[in-house]
């Protein structure tokens, strides 16, 4: 897709609503097993949160929309699913998928759909590396829709602009759970900005966009070495 740009500045200002908030990454786990059903409140209790962005079929960007609270219900992001897992990955499991209330679909437009979780960088974090890592399958993606985990940082000192956009691509998956490991190294120039990792996929004219996730993880690396290799780092962690 051509001129990509991905737009979150807006969520920066939901950053001081969420309890947990402060100047310093923090541990992040989550199985989805303890999170009620139905309640439309589970995940938006757990702080995730969702953005929009809508391109043209050319790529070109439109607009942007949210942040909004994850929702559980609906044809909208995300939602807690039942009975997708295996051995390790339990009852409950999180679907993510396009924003199908988006009425673009219909105008062959791109809609972006981003479900996330979001920290702030502090001076403390400096020199660590922190590891995002989760379970998936593919679920119904279908024709031209895309999928990525991602971890990204912004600057809110430079409106908000992306200084780091890791991803993995979950695309094509199989439909068989695997595990899938992202990592960032902090340097000096990161000290306050946003963090964020999660989900997003692109997929236009109603076209099927779901991956399942489970067993999510945030966590801090005992080794701060920001030259270590991909493969190294996860064979000694995974």
């Known amino acids: 897709m051509k001129n990509r740009v991905n737009v979150f500045f807006a969520v920066a200002a939901l950053l001081f609503l969420i309890p947990n908030a402060s100047l310093a990454l923090w541990s992040y786990n989550q199985d989805f097993e303890g999170l009620a059903l139905p309640s439309e409140g589970a995940l938006l209790g ?36 039942t009975g997708e897992g295996g051995a390790e990955q339990g009852m409950q499991q999180l679907a993510v998928y396009s924003d199908y209330n988006n009425g673009d679909h219909g105008l062959g437009n791109l809609i972006e759909a981003n479900v996330f979780q979001e920290q702030l960088i502090g001076p403390g974090d400096v020199t660590e590396v922190w590891f995002f890592s989760w379970d998936a399958k593919l679920g119904n993606l279908e024709g031209g829709s895309t999928a990525l985990g991602f971890i990204k940082t912004l600057d809110p000192n430079a409106g908000f602009a992306t200084t780091n956009f890791l991803t993995v691509d ?3 998956i199989p439909n068989t759970w695997g595990s899938y490991l992202l990592y960032i190294f902090i340097d000096p120039s990161l000290d306050g ?5 999660g989900f997003l996929n692109t997929a236009t004219n109603y076209e099927g966009s779901g991956v399942i996730y489970d067993n999510v993880r945030f966590y801090i690396s005992p080794v701060a070495n920001e030259e270590m290799s991909f493969g190294a780092v996860k064979s000694l962690f995974r």
């Open 46 to 81: 757990d702080n995730w949160l969702v953005f929009g962005n809508v391109f043209d079929s050319g790529g070109n960007y439109l607009y942007g929309y949210g942040p909004f609270d994850a929702p559980n219900d609906g044809a909208a992001f995300c939602a807690i699913v």
């Open 193 to 197: 900005q946003i963090l964020q990792f």
């Open 170 to 172: 979950m695309t094509n």
